[in-house]
């Protein structure tokens, strides 16, 4: 069974940076794009970023965190991270991460395996 541990919020100042983590674990696929997505109270979850399978592979945002944020991975470690940079109070969310087929799948919100418990990243302005 698929293992999904997120890491790495906390509360930030707006303007601030964070960086969340998530690994992998129990996974018997691992040539898979991986992604992050965020909910935030009361509304639905959204896609943020995505990443392609392999080391240098192309990256997908969602509009709202583009310029901002920066998805990368370590396929060696089956970790997969999120930069987050310039901090809005609108980015509060619990953020979870997920596997999909390709970016585009992950863009559309087509993911593979159960949700982890996510990590909550709260900004304040």
């Known amino acids: 069974q698929v293992e999904l541990v997120e890491s790495g919020g906390g509360l930030v100042q707006a303007g601030g940076s964070l960086r969340l983590s998530c690994t992998v674990s129990g996974a018997t696929r691992t040539n898979v794009a991986m992604g992050w997505f965020r909910q935030a109270p009361r509304k639905e979850r959204e896609f943020v970023a995505a990443?392609?399978?392999?080391?240098?592979?192309?990256?997908k945002y969602g509009d709202s965190v583009k310029g901002r944020f920066t998805i990368s991975r370590d396929n060696a470690k089956n970790t997969v991270f999120l930069q987050m940079n310039a901090l809005k109070p609108e980015d509060t969310a619990v953020y979870y991460c997920?596997?999909?087929?390709?970016?585009?799948?992950?863009?559309?919100?087509?993911?593979?395996?159960?949700w982890g418990q996510g990590t909550l990243v709260t900004v304040s302005s």
């Open positions: 990443i392609g399978r392999k080391f240098g592979a192309t990256t």
């Open positions: 997920n596997a999909g087929e390709t970016t585009v799948a992950l863009a559309a919100s087509a993911t593979l395996w159960d």
